[in-house]
């Protein structure tokens, strides 16, 4: 009974002092947490893309088709698609402010993180509080200017710091791509810059929309008197 019990507290202290492959220690203040967050435009690029592409395949229809009927769709479509994604965009930087606001209320200050990658586990801390991952439950690879993002279920992320990881990075990146075989593309998307295409995006659907409704509401105006 006793050899039990020493050669269990032989391998717990293995475990704690077995030393991580890669680790990444930082702050995580105001700059640092925006630029984690660029990856929440990720998909706001792609829904405003989308809509954009839509938008203009739904007004050259209407325009060649020329049934006047269809005018005021698209004028309405338009505006109102116009309107939707500008508050999908800015309800994307409200979150990530009430977020950061979030994690100065829980901590009290701008918490100290870690994270360190073992042979078989990720483990992530926050003031101290520690959490373990596997690399079966990585689905995504993400990269930011500062942060190679590991993405997990229910849209969480393991944040590795580039600039005060203890390798290279390239590296780092060759051993995630080993481990998280269930990563189906297997490659960094690098959505640095979303925030910035998200915005261009949002413009080029604004300006799109008014100058189509403009257009539309001109032909309508022509079919309709060449009609009486």
Same mark, same amino acid.
Not at 2 to 31: G, H, L, P
């Given at each position: 009974?006793?050899?039990?019990?020493?050669?269990?507290? $032989?391998?717990?202290?293995? !475990?704690?002092?077995?030393?991580?492959? /890669?680790?990444?220690?930082?702050?995580?203040?105001?700059?640092?947490?925006?630029?984690?967050?660029?990856?929440? /435009?990720?998909?706001?690029?792609? #829904? $405003?893309?989308?809509?954009?592409?839509?938008?203009?395949?739904?007004?050259?229809?209407?325009?060649?088709?020329?049934?006047?009927?269809? /005018?005021? &769709?698209?004028?309405?479509?338009?505006?109102?698609?116009?309107? #939707?994604? @500008?508050?999908?965009?800015f309800? *994307?930087?409200? *979150?990530?402010d009430?977020?950061?606001?979030?994690?100065?209320?829980s901590?009290?200050? !701008?918490?100290?993180?870690?994270?360190?990658?073992?042979?078989?586990? #990720? %483990?992530?801390?926050?003031?101290?509080?520690?959490?373990?991952?596997?690399?079966?439950?990585?689905?995504?690879?993400?990269?930011?200017k500062?942060? %190679?993002?590991?993405?997990?279920?229910?849209?969480?992320?393991?944040a590795?710091?580039?600039?005060?990881?203890?390798?290279? &990075?390239?590296?780092?990146?060759?051993?995630?791509?080993?481990?998280c075989?269930?990563?189906?593309?297997?490659?960094f998307?690098?959505?640095?810059?979303?925030?910035? &295409?998200?915005?261009?995006?949002? %413009?080029?659907?604004?300006?799109?929309?008014?100058?189509? @409704?403009?257009?539309?509401?001109i032909?309508?105006?022509?079919?309709?008197?060449?009609?009486?």
């Amino acid at each position: 009974m006793s050899e039990n019990i020493t050669n269990a507290d $032989i391998e717990n202290v293995n !475990d704690e002092t077995k030393s991580a492959i /890669y680790s990444s220690s930082f702050v995580m203040d105001k700059e640092l947490f925006y630029d984690f967050s660029s990856v929440s /435009y990720n998909r706001t690029k792609k #829904i $405003i893309l989308v809509f954009l592409c839509f938008a203009i395949f739904v007004c050259l229809e209407v325009i060649i088709v020329g049934n006047v009927g269809n /005018y005021d &769709i698209v004028i309405a479509y338009s505006l109102a698609i116009s309107f #939707i994604m @500008s508050v999908t965009y800015f309800n *994307t930087e409200r *979150t990530i402010d009430k977020n950061y606001k979030r994690n100065l209320i829980s901590f009290g200050k !701008d918490p100290e993180a870690k994270e360190e990658l073992f042979e078989d586990k #990720i %483990i992530s801390s926050a003031e101290g509080a520690k959490r373990e991952f596997f690399y079966h439950q990585v689905t995504k690879f993400f990269e930011t200017k500062q942060f %190679i993002l590991l993405h997990l279920q229910y849209h969480m992320y393991i944040a590795i710091n580039k600039n005060t990881l203890n390798a290279d &990075i390239d590296e780092v990146k060759a051993f995630l791509v080993e481990k998280c075989a269930l990563v189906k593309k297997r490659k960094f998307m690098n959505c640095a810059n979303d925030r910035k &295409i998200s915005l261009v995006l949002l %413009i080029a659907l604004i300006v799109f929309s008014v100058a189509a @409704s403009v257009v539309n509401l001109i032909l309508k105006t022509h079919n309709i008197q060449i009609l009486r």
